[in-house]
């Protein structure tokens, strides 16, 4: 069984400054896909990013980007030039290959300050 | 429509009770998922379904819980005698196929409580 593990329950960074949420995961399976969602007050699950394991290459996207590093099993996230809109729950998520459910760790409580 | 709808988007009722939550999935999406998020936790697997057969129920809680699915698209949760640990936001997800790399895309939710 997979297992994805957020050992930071609660973050806070300044606006315009940058923060790293960390993720650590468990499986014996070669190739999966890992994503971060975000959940704001509205309750919806939210895509940021996801990076397929055969791929070394980080993923990126704008202001996001993850270092994944597969033989630590660890994918964390980077958000630069933090904004209000940040403020959120993230979290952490695995799929196996062929799979299709989604394990997801705890989550950790972003607060943006101004 | 444009996403992926749940209703009713908040219910309260009391224990003991059944309880029916919908799922509305992106049209066209043939996958449709159901998690369940107690308060502070994280995102728990229910069940899948790839057009409208359930290929693993294992995720179930208990055998009070069930879920179908019809004509591929709408589905429902159905939580008998409710139970105050039912208490919970029950979120969908629908993605264009099983595919790994199909994206899940997320309802709001229904946030269910039991008296």
């Known amino acids: 069984a997979q297992t994805v593990t957020q050992s930071q329950p609660e973050m806070s960074v300044q606006e315009a400054e940058t923060v790293t949420l960390s993720c650590t995961y468990d499986?014996?399976?070669?190739?999966?896909?890992l994503f971060w969602y975000k959940q704001p007050p509205s309750r919806q699950m939210i895509l940021v990013i996801r990076q397929e394991a055969y791929k070394q290459q980080n993923a990126t996207e704008n202001r996001f980007s993850v270092n994944f590093q597969k033989a630590a099993k660890s994918f964390s996230l980077k958000i630069s030039d933090s904004q209000l809109g940040d403020t959120a729950m993230y979290f952490c998520?695995?799929?196996?290959?062929?799979?299709?459910?989604?394990?997801f760790g705890g989550g950790t409580r972003l607060m943006v300050k101004p | 429509g444009a996403g992926v709808s749940q209703s009713p988007s908040n219910k309260v009722t009391e224990k003991g009770k059944d309880v029916e939550l919908r799922c509305d999935p992106i049209s066209g999406h043939t996958a449709l998922y159901w998690y369940r998020q107690r308060l502070g936790q994280g995102l728990e697997f229910l069940i899948y379904?790839?057009?409208?057969?359930?290929?693993?129920k294992s995720g179930l809680p208990s055998d009070r819980f069930s879920a179908e699915r019809t004509g591929e698209s709408v589905s429902t949760l159905t939580i008998q005698r409710t139970q105050q640990e039912d208490s919970a936001v029950y979120l969908c997800?629908?993605?264009?196929?099983?595919?790994?790399?199909?994206?899940?895309?997320f309802g709001d939710g229904t946030r269910l409580s039991i008296l």
């Open positions: 379904f790839q057009g409208n057969s359930a290929p693993d």
């Open positions: 997800a629908s993605s264009f196929s099983v595919q790994l790399d199909q994206p899940q895309h």
């Open positions: 499986t014996s399976e070669n190739n999966y896909y």
């Open positions: 998520a695995f799929m196996k290959h062929a799979g299709n459910m989604l394990t």
